[in-house]
């Protein structure tokens, strides 16, 4: 009779060690096969969405003095590399993130003296510190993008980053702002820190 193989616990080093040899790199469904069929269309903010549901209870949004809105919202997020990035904006509701598939980098503007900054990974390598989930709170400024090297691979329609977004209390124009050249350098006070971040802001 064969005896099970005995359980041995990782030890310290092993998730070190599986993320400098493990590579998740699935993407199980193409682009234009996506595009097609969730019926997504360009966003205003880069890249591709569609709305999949809007809860019809209403509900009092802390976040906008008690305004009314949907109890929450729910899209598809899509980056490809014709549409690599998005530009930074606010949400005043909370919004979690879900991977499906891909990666992408998102880099979050905490407005402060000076200004937080937070670059997340979302993407399949839990051992590299990627992230299946990202919740992104109320008052922050957030970007998305494909990563350069991500980009700079020949398979154009297996390359991307497909998410689902849920804002809570639910997506409202009125909550909702893109940062501007003048913003971003009152964010960080004049300084050169705020060239980094200029091809990232919505060119009006």
Not at 9 to 35: C, G, K
Not at 60 to 82: E, K, N, V
Not at 174 to 182: A, I, K, N, V, Y
Request: net charge negative; aromatic share 8%; glycine share 6%.
């Amino acid at each position: 009779m064969s005896h099970p193989t005995a359980y041995r616990p990782l030890t310290h080093n092993a998730p070190r060690a599986m993320a400098a040899t493990t590579r998740y790199s699935s993407y199980s469904i193409p682009n234009s096969v996506l595009i097609d069929q969730l019926k997504l269309i360009k966003h205003p903010e880069g890249g591709y969405f569609a709305e999949t549901d809007r809860q019809s209870e209403q509900v009092p949004s802390p976040f906008a003095h008690g305004a009314s809105r949907s109890l929450a919202t729910t899209i598809y997020y899509l980056l490809t590399p014709d549409e690599p990035n998005g530009v930074f904006h606010m949400n005043k509701s909370a919004t979690m993130h879900v991977l499906h598939q891909g990666r992408a980098e998102y880099t979050l503007i905490t407005p402060a003296t000076p200004p937080r900054i937070e670059k997340k990974v979302m993407g399949p390598n839990i051992h590299a510190g990627e992230v299946l989930q990202l919740l992104v709170p109320s008052g922050v400024w957030k970007m998305s993008r494909i990563l350069p090297e991500d980009l700079s691979k020949e398979d154009r329609e297996n390359t991307g980053c497909l998410i689902t977004e849920v804002v809570f209390p639910g997506f409202a124009w009125e909550d909702h702002g893109f940062l501007s050249r003048t913003d971003l350098q009152a964010l960080f006070a004049g300084t050169s820190d705020a060239e980094e971040w200029l091809p990232y802001v919505k060119k009006t």
